[in-house]
């Protein structure tokens, strides 16, 4: 089994930058594709970013594309979401979770973390 825990989130001016990380543990972490997922209030969850599990290959919702970044530290166990230019729409607890596909639905899927409130102000 594999736990993740998310750090980084936070409340920020619209703008704003923040970094998430995301720390697995319990499996051997390359043998995983990594997404990161996000739910609003009165939303359902959705895909925002996913990374292969080499890092060679990732790919973006079209709301975050030139703005949000995935990538990963495979000697860390880590993978990170970097996002620049947030907007209020961005607010929302982001989830990060492991797959052994690299795939944007979220049922594929298999292991979550408990989630990192970002709350971008206008």
């Known amino acids: 089994q594999v736990q993740l825990v998310e750090n980084g989130g936070g409340l920020v001016q619209a703008g704003g930058s923040l970094r998430l990380s995301c720390a697995a543990s319990?499996?051997?972490?390359?043998?995983?594709?990594m997404g990161w997922f996000r739910q609003a209030p009165g939303k359902e969850r959705e895909f925002v970013a996913a990374?292969?599990?080499?890092?060679?290959?990732?790919h973006y919702t079209d709301s975050v594309k030139g703005r949000f970044a995935i990538s990963r530290d495979n000697a860390k166990n880590t993978v990170y979401l970097q996002m620049n230019s947030l907007k209020p729409e961005d607010t929302a607890v982001h989830y990060c979770a492991a797959s052994t596909l690299f795939v944007t639905t979220t049922h594929d899927y298999d292991y979550w973390g408990q989630g990192t409130q970002v709350t971008v102000s206008s």
């Open positions: 990374i292969s599990r080499a890092g060679s290959s990732t």
């Open positions: 319990g499996a051997t972490f390359t043998n995983y594709d």
